[in-house]
């Protein structure tokens, strides 16, 4: 779905996106094969865990990841500042939050999620005119309606009209995947 990153890029003239991977190292379980149980065979771990694969998908715009391993919130927030600033020459960047699901729920967040205030945060840091986007995945399994909620709730976090929050996504594809992004104007 990283492909909807890209349209977006393209369509409001992005040279660059700056992916913020989130990246935690995970320990995976074992597969059964016909009731015998077997470890994940190493090179499709390293072919699906390969950070650098992304970055080879399209060379315009370009793309860049922040790998830094996402341990402790606040060294992670402070690496994605530092990230954004050591970009800020560029004359208009997407920065793409890839968490595992999305923004954070009502009641207990974990590492799978961005947190409001970090949402924050990171669009404080963003030049005019940048773009930030975020990947956000199904929240309920009940069948009520979850987009309009997750967009309503991303508006407040960085303080900007309902209006001014767009929606991409490819239902044909993922009907469980939105990406929610904000044009910065000042």
Known sequence: M????????????SER??????????????VTVDEREFEIPSE?????????KITELTTHPEVVVFSDEFNERGEYLAGIKKFIDQNSKKQRCIVFLDPDTGLEPNGRPN??????????????????????????????RRGEEWVGPKRKQFSE??????????????FDVANDVVFFFAVKTA
Do not use: M
């Open 2 to 13: 990283v492909n909807i990153v890209v349209l977006i890029a393209r369509e409001y003239c």
């Open 17 to 30: 996106i700056l992916q913020i991977a989130y990246f935690r190292h995970s320990q995976f379980g074992k």
């Open 44 to 52: 499709v771990l390293a072919h699906f865990r390969d950070l650098r």
């Open 111 to 140: 590492h799978n999620h961005v947190l409001k205030k970090e949402l924050d945060k990171i669009w404080d840091e963003l030049p005019s005119k940048w773009i930030l986007a975020f990947y956000q995945h199904k929240t309920n």
């Open 157 to 170: 976090a960085i303080g900007i009209s309902l209006d001014d929050v767009k929606v991409a996504h490819g």
